[in-house]
């Protein structure tokens, strides 16, 4: 079993829905309380009210008596637990078990499994061929623009970029554009020939 140390303390980790849950009696020993079930037991019934589900919960475990219902808490009920208490080591504890919490956190985030690849769409080759022609002519008809805006920006006398120039804004658009669709038609289109491309 996973434990976990406060101090001189070892506490057992009771894993509940992939979170850190510990017991009252190991909760109450390491708060340092002579009757540690006891107390934390007085403590809970005193403040249910504030504690949520997800907080505590009555969970069969086998005892040295044999199985019995025992009182866990989570990481968060556990430093809800040591703000009433009144011991020594109450401020210490609180501390402890959020630095224990955040690193918990920190886990699972890492564990949270990545987004599954969508699947390759696959186009019957008369819509591939169209989408191709498409895009061909849409970088050619970009191009031309993009030669057309650099000449005007070059008969308009602007050595260098002008804020909202139209003529400026308009080249950078264009330039934008190509920039963005030549990667894109090499890696959408790369079973389709280029010499039957050059043709549309």
């Known amino acids: 079993m996973t434990t976990l140390t406060f101090q001189n303390t070892t506490l057992s980790v009771i894993n509940k829905n992939n979170h850190t849950f510990l017991t009252a009696t190991d909760l109450g020993t390491a708060l340092e309380y002579a009757q540690p079930d006891k107390s934390i037991k007085l403590i809970y019934d005193r403040n249910a009210d504030e504690f949520t589900a997800e907080m505590t919960a009555l969970i069969e475990l086998?005892?040295?008596?044999?199985?019995?219902q025992v009182r866990v808490f989570s990481l968060r009920g556990a430093h809800l637990i040591a703000m009433f208490a009144r011991t020594k080591v109450a401020k210490d504890f609180r501390k402890w078990v959020l630095d224990i919490l955040d690193r918990e956190i920190s886990e699972n985030e890492q564990q949270i499994a990545p987004l599954e690849p969508k699947p390759d769409v696959v186009l019957p080759h008369e819509k591939?061929?169209?989408?191709?022609?498409?895009?061909?002519?849409?970088?050619?008809?970009?191009?031309?623009?993009?030669?057309?805006?650099?000449?005007?920006?070059?008969?308009?006398?602007?050595?260098?970029?002008?804020?909202?120039?139209?003529?400026?804004?308009?080249?950078?658009?264009?330039?934008?554009?190509?920039?963005?669709?030549?990667?894109?038609?090499?890696?959408?289109?790369?079973?389709?020939?280029?010499?039957r491309l050059a043709r549309f």
């Open 128 to 195: 591939a061929e169209q989408i191709a022609k498409y895009l061909v002519r849409a970088r050619a008809f970009a191009k031309d623009v993009e030669v057309f805006h650099r000449k005007l920006y070059e008969d308009l006398g602007i050595s260098g970029y002008v804020k909202n120039d139209i003529a400026g804004k308009a080249y950078d658009i264009t330039h934008e554009f190509n920039v963005w669709l030549d990667p894109f038609i090499e890696q959408a289109l790369p079973q389709l020939n280029q010499q």
């Open 62 to 68: 086998q005892t040295a008596g044999g199985k019995q």
